[in-house]
Nanobody, 117 residues
Framework: QVQLVESGGGLVQPGGSLRLSCVVSGSGFSFYDMGWYRQAPGKQRELVARISTGGSINYADSVKGRFTISRDNAKNTVYLQMNSLKPEDTAVYYC???????????WGQGTQVTVSS
């Protein structure tokens, strides 16, 4: 059973920073495309950033220049460094993993990020 466990959320003031982590259980992490999504109250879940098995990265326009996604295959972990946070970044952030060889899609349980003064 593959599990994705996020951590690092919390309350931060506007302009502050947070780093989210997502650890994937089991083997084969290097064959996962990984991503971060978020869902604000009353809104649909949206892509924040993705990083492929080969290291290709894409970001939502709303976070470009402020957020950085990275991965450490030795630690089965994907990170999301969030800088210059804005109140509109407030959402539950979800880690997503796609096991590309077996075409399976996995989600974490989510971690709350609140940006408020």
């Amino acid at each position: 059973q593959v599990q994705l466990v996020e951590s690092g959320g919390g309350l931060v003031q506007p302009g502050g920073s947070l780093r989210l982590s997502c650890v994937v259980s089991g083997s084969g992490f290097s064959f996962y495309d990984m991503g971060w999504y978020r869902q604000a109250p009353g809104k649909q879940r949206e892509l924040v950033a993705r990083i492929s098995t080969g290291g290709s990265i894409n970001y939502a326009d709303s976070v470009k220049g402020r957020f950085t996604i990275s991965r450490d295959n030795a630690k089965n972990t994907v990170y999301l460094q969030m800088n210059s946070l804005k109140p509109e970044d407030t959402a539950v952030y979800y880690c997503n993993g796609i096991a590309v060889l077996i075409h399976k899609n996995y989600w974490g349980q989510g971690t709350q990020v609140t940006v408020s003064s």
